[in-house]
């Protein structure tokens, strides 16, 4: 890509820095420095920067990138590059701050991120790891667009429009993020077969108005997740299929979850705690428990009884299951309503540790390898987590 070419990427600042494929500083007077594979600034950059080159590290020593908010200026711009990892730097002023577009196998970890549109917007990419950063102030933390097998971990994202936005990707993971007091949290668009799991969502100054949103998204696991204080904690909505929703507390919400032309969903052992309108669903049919034992989800607005067992409800002898199915409404029953925390409970985790195991691909692979032979320049090691769709939970034993 030559010099006239990059200009086009240039919209905040008089200065664009270019780390050439060959290694070299342009223009060498750039406030950074260069050893081995390491490129560290020096001091402050006012500037955009593009990264050329595959195989390095871009160490910002907690100094700050600035921008001026110019209409789709990039902090620093990764195209068709491989194994660069973006760590400790203070970004504000851009359009995009990070940009990886086309590439593969790239690290984002212990940056700040703040008053930009997008934080971190990921593009045709794969085995992106976007772990321990701070977003805040954005229109939206994190983008993945056409991206799959990417993870997006441990982060904190508060006072943004959007936490963390897919759009048509597939096969990724996302983990252990606090998400506070963002108008949504964690939202889904034609986007199937990810994993989403024990992150926290929370209004603390404010209600969310979503906590986890899936539009025509299907296959994705939902599991051990903490939403509150939000308008919707869970919607799903057109098309949304096939979704395992599992083990997540739902609390203080006026909407625990709301679903509107989406079935076949399965929700189990959850916790619904307290929420003005605990379910909504339209009259959409989707399945709200396990069978018995293992039972079906916590309602706090249970008034039922738990003074029988077995699979009728009809012998002596409490079982932690109500004896009277809750009804949500005509094609929505929870057969076997649990007293109880369910998450106290032990149940038969076996189709997730599937689901988690199916989902690897020789790709996934590369980037784990990738990510550990990468541990002592990162100072992080990013979690495996596997899975994939439809037969995971199929043969679940009762």
Not at 122 to 134: D, F, L, P
Not at 179 to 189: K, R
Not at 240 to 250: E, F, M, S
């Amino acid at each position: 890509m030559g010099t006239l070419a990059l200009t086009q990427f240039v919209h905040s600042t008089d200065q664009l820095i270019i780390i050439r494929s060959y290694g070299n500083i342009d223009p060498p007077t750039a406030s950074i420095s260069s050893m081995d594979a390491t490129y560290t600034f020096t001091e402050e950059i006012h500037a955009e920067i593009i990264v050329q080159k595959s195989n390095i590290i871009i160490d910002g020593k907690n100094f700050t990138l600035k921008g001026d908010r110019a209409l789709n200026s990039t902090g620093i711009l990764l195209f068709n590059v491989e194994n660069v990892t973006i760590k400790n730097v203070y970004i504000t002023g851009f359009f995009y701050a990070i940009k990886i577009e086309d590439s593969k196998n790239c690290i984002v970890t212990g940056n700040t991120i703040m008053d930009s549109d997008f934080g971190v917007w990921i593009e045709n990419a794969t085995g992106i790891v976007v772990i321990k950063n701070v977003f805040s102030g954005l229109w939206c933390g994190t983008v993945l667009k056409n991206s799959s097998k990417n993870q997006i971990s441990g982060n904190s994202f508060s006072n943004n429009m959007h936490g963390l936005m897919l759009d048509w990707s597939p096969e990724n993971i996302l983990a252990k993020n606090n998400l506070t007091d963002n108008s949504s949290g964690i939202s889904l668009a034609w986007s199937g077969n990810n994993f989403i799991s024990e992150n926290v969502i929370m209004g603390k100054t404010k209600k969310n108005e979503y906590g986890i949103k899936l539009y025509s998204s299907s296959d994705n696991v939902i599991l051990n997740n903490h939403v509150e204080n939000t308008f919707y904690a869970m919607s799903l909505l057109y098309n949304t299929v096939r979704n395992l929703i599992i083990r997540n507390r739902i609390s203080r919400n006026f909407y625990g979850i709301k679903i509107w032309y989406a079935t076949n969903n399965s929700i189990y052992h959850n916790i619904f705690i307290d929420n003005a309108e605990q379910a909504k669903c339209y009259s959409f049919p989707n399945k709200w428990d396990n069978g018995y034992p293992e039972g079906g989800n916590y309602w706090s607005n249970y008034v039922g009884t738990d003074i029988k067992s077995g699979k009728n409800q009809d012998r002596p002898g409490s079982d932690g299951i109500g004896d009277v199915p809750h009804s949500i409404d005509d094609k929505n029953v929870d057969h076997y309503p649990l007293i109880g925390n369910p998450l106290k409970h032990e149940f038969n985790q076996a189709p997730a540790l599937f689901y988690l195991l199916a989902i690897i691909t020789p790709t996934i692979l590369g980037t784990a390898l990738f990510m550990l032979y990468r541990v002592k320049m990162t100072k992080t090691k990013p979690e495996k987590v596997y899975g994939s769709p439809e037969e995971r939970f199929a043969k679940r034993k009762v």
